[in-house]
């Protein structure tokens, strides 16, 4: 998995991204209408999306969402319930026995808070996701993000800093910490 990035919009790394986001787009749009007992070709989607077959015993039902596919790191017996979106750019790591519920987002990419440079560079950071997670229905996960083992992420909650080990946590309230 990779570490924090920072990469320059207008550059021949991003114009990479970018064509790898459409493929993927594609794929994932073939993917979320197949019957869902069509096993095979499911598999052979994934494959595609993320560069190497499902690991064992992984289950994930339709909708499926990931923009870049090659940076989602799933270990064995992982559940994605539907509607789930992993903006994966900077990576995604999914230990074994992670259970997501519907309509969560992992999102590993964002944009400098500085106005003059939001335009000019994509930030990242990867997450990090311990053996036996629970995340919630409508969960979301921002960059950097580390959430430690038997942890359980509470439906609806905003998750922007690391989580220990064998603990609940809740809340979507924003603040403001500052103005330009």
Known sequence: MSSDRLMRIHSAEFQAMAERVLQVTELTSRLNVLPFDDEAGKAELFEQILGKPLPARVTIYPPFYTDHGL???LAERVFINQNCTFLDYAGIRLAERVMIGPKATFITGG???????RRLYLTGAPIDVAENVWIGAGATILPGVSIGRDAVIAAGAVVADDVPPASLV???KAAVHRRW
């Open 170 to 172: 809740t809340g979507t």
């Open 111 to 117: 944009h400098p808070v500085d106005p003059e440079e």
């Open 71 to 73: 940076n989602l790191d």
